[in-house]
């Protein structure tokens, strides 16, 4: 059995400006204050959090869901790669971003969850309010 987390935060920005950072390289990597290597392309490979995560990019729906293949090196051997899909949804006051999180190794849905707060949602809250 996998695990699965599903989490949402509101940005004061427009969906096209959240999904266009995701996807690049240089604000991917300022955002969350960790290097990445992204590209918007489906079926191109990335890596974020200074190597820690690798995946690649299987669905690109501009401005709206993005679905990556995701691991991290905390992954067990042999561990089947989980499914990361990120929901942008026009809300009042910005853009609700919805990270579902599929196929976790059993056991450290917790510590993702953690992660995907700690790593993404804080720095971005920070990051994209000094840009309204």
């Known amino acids: 059995m996998k695990d699965t987390i599903k989490i949402s935060e509101v940005f004061p920005v427009s969906a096209k400006r959240l999904y266009d950072a995701w996807l690049n390289s240089d604000e991917h990597s300022e955002f969350t204050g960790a290097k990445v290597e992204i590209r918007p392309s489906v079926g191109s490979k990335f890596s974020a959090g200074d190597d820690y995560i690798k995946g690649s990019n299987i669905t690109l729906q501009p401005y709206g869901r993005i679905v ?65």
């Open 68 to 132: 990556q293949t995701w691991r991290t090196k905390d992954f067990p051997a042999g561990a089947i790669e989980s499914r990361l899909e990120i929901l942008f949804e026009k809300v009042n006051g910005g853009t609700r971003v919805t990270i579902i999180h599929t196929r976790i190794p059993t056991g450290q849905a917790k510590e993702y969850e953690m992660g995907w707060k700690k790593h993404y949602f804080k720095p971005m809250k920070k990051y994209f309010k000094k840009q309204k």
